[in-house]
């Protein structure tokens, strides 16, 4: 019965941007070597991107950040705020993309080196499409140490005045977050259950209208709390 149930889990939608026509053929042909993932459509830049999703209706779309006409950047904050909106990977040829960051803040759920080997994009987009982020604890600390200066004093007062709503616990596992520890981290130092932090986790996503937890710890590092 687990077989027959798991044959008939839809296949992740994905939607390919970028104007690299190599790049895309490239993707599509690692992409679609997974069973469990369709690469429903291509897109070569940015302005094509609702049009794209509007024909397609994708659950992932991969977006190349630097394009000719429209970027990656304008297109991911596009994308995230329509209803129902498709979750994001980014792609950039540096780790460390002047760009990242604020693809990032928009929504995006997180990032995909071009050189990436294909079973990890595969990987990447099977968690984007389950909810997760891309960004393991090892690259959010990287990311926002090196990328996220640090908040000068007056843009440290939204960050503070959104965080001072959560309660006790819910700041703790939001500092946790933002200095880029695991669900399973965080519950031993926490001393609660797995369950209980991603519960966490998804409460303060709703209270700080957030995306996905790269975003939380963005804020928390704005706050100047890590």
Same mark, same amino acid.
């Given at each position: ?5 798991e044959?008939?889990? #839809? ?30 459509g ?8 609702a ?6 209706? #994708? ?8 394009? #000719? ?7 991911? @904050? ?8 498709? @979750? ?13 960051l ?29 909810? @997760?982020a ?17 908040? #000068? ?7 503070? @005045? ?41 409460r ?23």
């Open positions: 019965m687990a077989a027959v149930a044959d008939l889990t #839809p296949p992740v939608r994905v939607l390919i941007v970028d104007d690299d026509a190599l790049v895309r053929t490239g993707l599509s042909m690692i992409l679609g070597a997974a069973p469990e993932i369709t690469v429903v291509e897109a070569a830049d940015g302005a094509e991107v049009a794209a999703i509007d024909a397609y209706r #994708p659950d992932v779309v991969l977006m190349d950040i630097r394009m #000719p006409k429209v970027d990656g950047l304008a297109a991911t @904050e596009a994308v995230r705020t329509r209803p129902d909106a498709p @979750e994001v990977i980014v792609l950039t040829t540096f780790d460390l993309d002047e760009y990242v604020r693809a990032l803040r928009a929504g995006a759920s997180g990032f995909l080196l071009k050189d990436t080997p294909p079973t990890e994009i595969i990987h990447a987009v099977r968690r984007v499409a389950s909810g @997760e891309t960004l393991s604890p090892t690259v959010t600390r990287q990311l926002i140490a090196h990328v996220a200066a640090p908040a #000068p004093g007056p843009a440290r007062n939204r960050p503070l @005045e959104l965080l001072g709503t959560l309660s006790e616990r819910e700041r703790e596992v939001a500092i946790a977050v933002g200095q880029g520890k695991s669900n399973a981290e965080i519950a031993g130092e926490l001393f609660m259950s797995v369950a209980t932090v991603k519960a966490h986790v998804s303060l996503l709703t209270k700080l209208d957030l995306n996905n937890r790269v975003q939380i710890a963005i804020l928390v590092h704005d706050a100047g709390l890590v």
